[in-house]
Structure formats: C-alpha cells, structure tokens
Antibody
Framework: EVQLVESGGNLVQPGGSLRVSCAAS????????MSWVRQAPGKGLEWVAN????????YYVDSVKGRFTISRDNAKNSLYLHMSSLRADDTAVYYC????????????WGQGTLVTVSS | AIQLTQSPSSLSASVGDRVTITCRAS??????LAWYQQKPGKPPKLLIY???ILEVGVPSRFSGSGSGTDFTLTISSLQPEDFATYYC??????????FGPGTKVDVK
C-alpha cells in the first residue's frame, strides 16, 4: 500500500527540541521531493520545508529557518524534521507530503503527528 | 512572497447546489495552482493541479479554472461528502510554497 506514516509527535517545553519522522512505503521514496506541512489547531495549512530526492537541496519557510532541519534516509525510506528552539506557535499537526513534479504540489499525505509546545 | 487570499472564508450550501470558491494571488502565477480538500481530522486531498487538471480519481463535478492572479474551484452539484474545507496552493515560487487561508463549506 502506498502510504506515509508520521511518528514522534509529543509535548515539549518552549525552547526544547524534537524530531518527527515519516516512514514511506509502497512507492520509490528516493524518486520524490518530500515536504513537511503543518496545521496549527483550528488553523490553515502552512508549508514548512522540503528536500530534494538525493537530499542535496532543502528549503524552509522563514519562520523556521535556523531552527528546523529537514533530512531524509533513502535507504530507510524515511523523512525527518528536527525541530529546535521550539515556540508555542510551532504547536501543530505536522504532515509529511510527497511532492509531484519537482515537489511543486502534493499528491500523497500522511495522517500527521501532533507537536505541542507548552510548559 | 506570493500571498493567496480565498473568498468566501466560509459558505453554507445545500446538496445539489453549485458552489464556487475563489483564490486570488498577490502577483501573477500563471497556472501554478493546486486545490485541496480537507475533512476534519484528516489530511488534505489533492483535487486539482495546474489550475484546471483534475487529479486521477476525483469526481468530475469538481473543476478548476483561471490563470494569472484569479482562480476558481467549482463544484457543479454539491454532494454530502463534499462538505469540507478547501485550500488553494501556489507553486510559482518553487521551491517555496504558500497555501490560501481556506474556505469552509458547510450545510445550510
């Protein structure tokens, strides 16, 4: 089955760090750009970061630059997002998404993992 | 940065109604626009890409149009399973992307 499964979401204190993961199956993971998209409770979608097929390029929304790092392990069919210096406004469901045509839009999404930043 | 606005932010409609949602870009983006549907507690689902191309498996009652700065998503005859929130997304500014704020379609 073609799917993405996120994990690692948790409650973390402001200023803390967390890594969330996304396991891909049923397709050739190494052939796709991958992205993280988040959704704060009751709010809209926000694209966070993406990474090229071989990991050689990655890009971030301004609000997470210098704090978040996207990475991938094609041998493990896995995508990661390491988040540090977390703030309350980082609280959201984090979705991994498969990008189509150079990662421009997203045809496959995981179910999401909830990250809550609170003391 | 390219900003997207959507109108209305919410609408109430009945089964069988024709529904139109508008997405406007802050600058011209050609046809680099996608539409998604999201139901509560679920991830988004791709409906349309390149402004007007229907994703495989999406019912033909959904259609998209527009180019440049103004785009529309139309549901020709609203079905019970179409009550959801709809988002547009631009990819003109690849490799950076933005979503619109969403339009919630609920039961009149």
């Amino acid at each position: 089955e073609v799917q993405l499964v996120e994990s690692g979401g948790n409650l973390v204190q402001p200023g803390g760090s967390l890594r969330v993961s996304c396991a891909a199956s049923g397709f050739t993971f190494s052939a796709y750009w991958m992205s993280w998209v988040r959704q704060a409770p009751g709010k809209g979608l926000e694209w966070v970061a993406n990474i090229k097929q071989d990991g050689s390029e990655n890009y971030y929304v301004d609000s997470v630059k210098g704090r978040f790092t996207i990475s991938r392990d094609n041998a493990k069919n896995s995508l990661y997002l390491h988040m540090s210096s977390l703030r309350a406004d980082d609280t959201a469901v984090y979705y991994c998404a498969r990008g189509v045509r150079f990662g421009s839009y997203f045809d496959l999404w995981g179910q999401g993992t909830l990250v809550t930043v609170s003391s | 940065a390219i900003q997207l606005t959507q109108s209305p932010s919410s609408l109430s409609a009945s089964v069988g109604d024709r529904v139109t949602i508008t997405c406007r870009a802050s600058q011209g983006i050609s046809s680099t626009l996608a539409w998604y549907q999201q139901k509560p507690g679920k991830p988004p689902k791709l409906l349309i890409y390149d402004a007007s191309i229907l994703e495989v498996g999406v019912p033909s009652r959904f259609s998209g149009s527009g180019s440049g700065t103004d785009f529309t998503l139309t549901i020709s005859s609203l079905q019970p399973e179409d009550f959801a929130t709809y988002y547009c997304q631009q990819f003109k500014s690849f490799p950076l992307f933005t979503f619109g704020p969403g339009t919630k379609v609920d039961v009149k």
